[in-house]
C-alpha cells in the first residue's frame, strides 16, 4: 500500500488562534460562503485530536479534512486515488494545512482492516472518524434499471465502508472513553433525491440508521456517533450529473424552491462536520442534521 507524501512535515497553517483572516468579523460571517470561511479561520476547537477521513481526496471530503486541519487536529485522508491524495496534500500544502495520506479502497474490507490498522500503529488512536466514502457511483436512475451489482456497489461503499472503518476505529475510542463518528448522509436519504436512484437513497437511509442505532451503543463510552445529511452539493462529480438528469428549466425551478436560494457548498458540510467533531457537539448524538438550505424540512 503507498502512502504519497507520507508525513511530509508542513508548517501548520492559517491565522493564528483568535484572528481573522481576509478582515472579516463575526458579524459577517454566514453572508456567504467566502465570509463564512473567513471567520472559521480563527477556530482552533480540534487541538490535540487526531483525525481521520475516508474518500477525502476530493470533493466535500478535502474540504472537511482542510477544516479540521486548519482547527488544530492532525489528520489522515484516504483515497483509493494515489494521484488525486497526492494532488490534495500539495494544494493543501499551498494553503498551510498540514494533512497525511494514505491509499484505501472503502469499498473493500481487507484493505481498510489492514490499511487502519497501520493508521492505529503509526498515529496511536484516532479521535474523529468522517465516514465520507459514498456517492451513487453512476448507476442508473430509475428503479427498473438498476442491476443486483448496482445495489451491491452502492451499498458497499456508502454503508458498509463506514462499517468496516468503525469496526477497525471504534475498539480505539472505546479504549480512551473519546470520540466522535460523522457519518456523510444525504437529502437523499430523507426526502429522494433529483439526481441518484433507488439504490442511493436506501444506502443513505441505512446509514442514518446505523447512526443511531450505533449512537445508542457508544454513547456510554463517551462517542457521538451523527450523520450530516446535504443537499446536493455541486462537486465535480454532481454537477455532470445535475445537467444530465435535470433539464435546465428542472434546475432553476429547483434553485427557486430552495429557501436559501443556493446549492449547497463543500465548505458548508465542513463547517457542519467540524462542528459535530468538536466538544461543542459533546450533547449531540444519534442525529441526522440536514444541510440543505431548507429544499426539505422534516
Ligand atoms: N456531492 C453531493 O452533492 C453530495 C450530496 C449529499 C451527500 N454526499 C455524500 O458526501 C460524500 C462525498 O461526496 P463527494 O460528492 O464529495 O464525492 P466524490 O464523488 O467527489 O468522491 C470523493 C472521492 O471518493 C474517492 N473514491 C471513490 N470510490 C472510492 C473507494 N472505493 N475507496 C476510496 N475512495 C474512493 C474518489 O477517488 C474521490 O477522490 C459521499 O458519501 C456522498 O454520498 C454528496
Redesign the pocket.
Known amino acids: 500500500m503507498s502512502e504519497p507524501n507520507q508525513d511530509q512535515a508542513r508548517s501548520p497553517a492559517g491565522a493564528a488562534p483568535g484572528t481573522l483572516a481576509g478582515g472579516a468579523s463575526p458579524a459577517t460571517a454566514g453572508v456567504s460562503p467566502g465570509a463564512a470561511q473567513d471567520y472559521w479561520r480563527g477556530c482552533r476547537r480540534l487541538v490535540g485530536r487526531k483525525a481521520l477521513l ?8 478535502i474540504a472537511c479534512a482542510q477544516r479540521l486541519a486548519a482547527e488544530g487536529a492532525e489528520v489522515w485522508i ?4 494515489p494521484a ?1 491524495l497526492a494532488l490534495a496534500l500539495s494544494d493543501a500544502s499551498a494553503q498551510g494545512v498540514e494533512l497525511r495520506a494514505l491509499e ?4 473493500d474490507p481487507s484493505d481498510v482492516a489492514r490499511c487502519l490498522a497501520g493508521v492505529l500503529e503509526r498515529s496511536g488512536g484516532i479521535d474523529i472518524l468522517v465516514n ?4 451513487s457511483l453512476h448507476t442508473p436512475y430509475s428503479f427498473a434499471d438498476q442491476s443486483d451489482e448496482d445495489w451491491r456497489r452502492v451499498f458497499d ?2 454503508l458498509m465502508g463506514a462499517v468496516w472503518a468503525s469496526r477497525a476505529l471504534l475498539p480505539v475510542m472505546v479504549e480512551r472513553g473519546y470520540g466522535r463518528v460523522v457519518n ?5 436519504g430523507r426526502f429522494g433525491s433529483l439526481i441518484a436512484g433507488p439504490n442511493y437513497a436506501a444506502a ?1 437511509g441505512a446509514i442514518a440508521a446505523l447512526t443511531r442505532q450505533m449512537a445508542m451503543e457508544y454513547g456510554p463510552h463517551g462517542i457521538t456517533v451523527n450523520c450530516v445529511c ?4 455541486m ?4 454537477r455532470g450529473l445535475w445537467a444530465e438528469r435535470r433539464t435546465e428549466v428542472e434546475r432553476a425551478r429547483v434553485l427557486q424552491a430552495i429557501p436559501m436560494r443556493r446549492h ?1 457548498e463543500v465548505e458548508d458540510i465542513a463547517a457542519t462536520v467540524a462542528f459535530l467533531a468538536s466538544d461543542d457537539a459533546s450533547f449531540i448524538t444519534g442525529v441526522s442534521l440536514d444541510v440543505n438550505g431548507g429544499q426539505a424540512m422534516a
Open positions: 475516508s474518500a477525502a481526496a476530493r470533493g466535500l471530503g484516504t483515497d483509493r486515488d488525486a484505501m479502497d472503502s469499498g465520507n466514502a459514498g456517492g461503499l456508502n456523510l448522509g444525504s437529502k437523499a443513505k446535504p443537499g446536493v452539493v462537486t465535480e462529480r454532481t449547497c
